[in-house]
T-cell receptor, first 111, second 114 residues
Framework: QQQVKQSPQSLIVQKGGISIINCAYENTAFDYFPWYQQFPGKGPALLIAIRPDVSEKKEGRFTISFNKSAKQFSLHIMDSQPGDSATYFCAARKAGNMLTFGGGTRLMVKP | NAGVMQNPRHLVRRRGQEARLRCSPMKGHSHVYWYRQLPEEGLKFMVYLQKENIIDESGMPKERFSAEFPKEGPSILRIQQVVRGDSAAYFC????????????FGPGTRLTVL
């Protein structure tokens, strides 16, 4: 059973545009929602994370929007750059500390 | 400050052989997690360990897979009698404490079973 659903699977954005990736979860016990960025051949690297008691968190060009009632959260990348081209994973954590990952979004930013 | 280290980075095994994957957590981290990533898929949790203890192994296949995190030395993920379906990238992550949110990932071991 997939507990975190991520969309789209792939995304193409022009340089300078906004990249938006969405995730939905089912388990209300999740209490921490990180986003990871993964380049080919590398391990995932933490990008930004949010807790369900806030609706938005911004760090530089990256913003997480969180909708607790809808059980949805999204990543917005403003002013997308070719260097942002990577695979992005949303995840959710509950007590016990393991992360449940979404299926990933392959982002390509065209120059 | 070295990050999470994994070795080998690439491992090729023939069907029926054993694969041993090693993970050294970040300095000061005592919690280790193993995840598996199949091609074009997200990461799937396998096992969560602290020093000398398995905390949660709900994601581990019931047979052929085992993990340990001894008092001294790296964490080891062992796969016995490998099959082609075991071909994947195996990632290790570590965290400072049980309720510390951030898990830091290593570069992964890419296992290919011929």
């Amino acid at each position: 059973q997939q507990q975190v659903k991520q969309s789209p699977q792939s995304l193409i954005v022009q340089k300078g545009g906004i990249s938006i990736i969405n995730c939905a979860y089912e388990n209300t016990a999740f209490d921490y929602f990180p986003w990871y960025q993964q380049f080919p051949g590398k391990g995932p690297a933490l990008l930004i994370a949010i807790r369900p008691d806030v609706s938005e968190k911004k760090e530089g060009r990256f913003t997480i929007s969180f909708n607790k009632s809808a059980k949805q959260f999204s990543l917005h990348i403003m002013d997308s750059q070719p260097g942002d081209s990577a695979t992005y994973f949303c995840a959710a954590r509950k007590a016990g500390n393991m992360l449940t990952f979404g299926g990933g979004t392959r982002l390509m930013v065209k120059p | 400050n070295a990050g999470v280290m994994q070795n080998p980075r690439h491992l090729v095994r023939r069907r029926g052989q054993e694969a041993r994957l090693r993970c050294s957590p970040m300095k000061g981290h005592s919690h280790v997690y193993w995840y598996r990533q199949l091609p074009e898929e997200g990461l799937k949790f396998m096992v969560y360990l602290q020093k000398e203890n398995i905390i949660d192994e709900s994601g581990m296949p019931k047979e052929r897979f085992s993990a340990e995190f001894p008092k001294e030395g790296p964490s080891i993920l062992r796969i016995q009698q490998v099959v082609r379906g075991d071909s994947a990238a195996y990632f290790c992550a570590s965290s400072l404490g049980e309720r510390t949110d951030t898990q830091y990932f290593g570069p992964g071991t890419r296992l290919t079973v011929l």
